[in-house]
């Protein structure tokens, strides 16, 4: 048997014996009641597996919350340097009950990682742990350095990470995400660029009931520049080309003029200058929202962004082949690490 053969043999009967850790991870992070950058209980579970088997762990990366950690183990040379990562994202109002493919929430209204996110975390870390007793027990060189995609929908760690060089150093970056198939690709892939941002309107107070007309509603101009930028989605027409909003300040109640009132965009487009044409257009709505009742932009925030993906060619087709080589075969259908995986 050839040497690459017997290392892939290994490493799958060391990810067999792990399925009931696995499993066990799925479950914390299915029950994790964890907001967005506060995943504490599942980072605990997932850092302590870590730390137990020899990663160094530092919490509070990239000037951030505590919640964004990073675990490098080292072997021999410490070259080349792998990062493996996942996300872990807390969303709100999702399921919190593992095993199921459906909706049945432990707390109504809390947040959950039901979509999907549950998921890549385990898989990784398994994955990391045998790679690392592979390495020790074959004496290669490299090291391995474990990251968490915290906030992922938000937008938030991993800029955060490549800001303040986290990545710096690093030969190679895997990172998973759960989907309805088992594959891999490279180049350009589907995924478009974000950028998420919020604006944040001033008018005057008045009493709605009284004397309405002396105030300048902040909540109409919020909704004054969504409608603009939707006539002008409507006119281009273009499936790629889309915006999300919420209002996460409106007014405290309907008999008060509202003061202040923000509302929160994600934009989406296929490039970096295509999805910064269409933040500039937003901009100019939001002015021209206000220009015309003589209210005004307080502030324009940008949140987060993330540009279109470009995946390694030599790196997805390794993969493939070890895909194939574990026998899974890529389709739409959900592949486990066993006969039976919780949801």
Known sequence: MSPAR?????????????????????????????WV????????????????????????????????????????????????GSGVDGIPQSNQKPGVAYRDPILSMAPGHGEGHKIGAGCK?????????????????GTLMIWPGVAEEQLGSKAFFVRDGVFDGVDVNLFSHVSSNFSVTWGHTSGNALVSAQFRFTGETAHSAGSPWGGKSALGRSHASRSGLGVQERKICVLRKRSHYIIVEGG?????????????????????????????????????????????????MTVGSAWNRHFSKPVAEVTQTNIERSGFQNGP???????????
């Open 252 to 300: 405290d109640q309907p008999n008060v003029v509202p003061q202040t009132a923000t509302i929160w965009f994600y934009f989406r487009e296929v490039d970096y200058p295509r999805v910064v044409e269409m933040y500039d257009a937003a901009k100019l709505m939001a002015r021209g929202a206000a220009m015309m009742t003589g209210t005004e932009i307080d502030t324009i």
């Open 37 to 84: 950058f506060q995943e504490f209980e599942t980072q605990r579970y997932l850092t302590g597996i870590l730390e137990d088997h020899g990663f160094e762990i530092e919490l509070g990366v990239a000037r951030n919350a505590k919640c964004l950690d990073w675990g490098p183990w080292s072997n021999g040379s410490g070259s080349p340097v792998i990062a493996l």
């Open 125 to 141: 870390y398994c994955g990391a742990l045998n790679v690392k007793e592979l390495m020790e027990r074959e004496d290669i060189d």
């Open 333 to 343: 259908r959900q592949i486990c690490l066993s006969e039976r995986t919780p949801a």
């Open 6 to 34: 017997s290392q892939g043999r290994s490493t799958a009967e060391g990810l067999r014996k792990m399925q009931k850790w696995f499993r066990k991870s799925l479950i914390c992070s299915s029950a994790s009641v964890n």
